[in-house]
């Protein structure tokens, strides 16, 4: 019954900016850290961002720190992530992804996660 519907992707030039939405639902939002994957053309996907229950931590993998802010309306069960200055390698599908619950948490990691909605591609291109 958990829904995650991401909205938001296109066509960038480098250098652009693209924000994306994640409208959720079938669970209590506020309860669950969330993060956003993407899955470059080719390649395996990647953790790239994750943010805490009440948005108060945030995780940023490497290539985007400085780029990409990641952030959470809990009032609307929505997450966003805001894109900023968008590069070729940005190119990817990018997914929305809910907190899988364990004993520890580990929404800044890969193994955090266990669902993920069906992604919404964003293409940088000159």
């Known amino acids: 019954q958990v829904q995650l519907v991401e909205s938001g992707g296109g066509l960038q030039k480098p250098g652009g900016s693209l924000t994306l939405s994640c409208q959720a639902s079938?669970?209590?939002?506020?309860?669950?850290?969330m993060g956003w994957f993407r899955r470059p053309p080719g390649k395996d996907s990647d953790l790239i961002a994750g943010i805490s229950w009440n948005g108060d931590d945030t995780y940023y993998e490497d290539s985007v720190k400085g780029r990409f802010t990641i952030s959470r309306d809990n009032a609307k069960n929505t997450l966003y992530l805001q894109m900023n200055n968008l590069e070729i390698e940005d190119t990817a599908i990018y997914y929305c992804?809910?907190?899988?619950?364990?004993?520890?948490?580990?929404?800044?990691?890969?193994?955090?996660?266990?669902?993920w909605g069906r992604g919404t591609q964003v293409t940088v291109s000159s």
């Open positions: 992804a809910q907190e899988r619950r364990t004993l520890d948490s580990n929404w800044w990691k890969r193994e955090g996660y266990g669902r």
């Open positions: 079938g669970f209590k939002f506020s309860d669950y850290a």
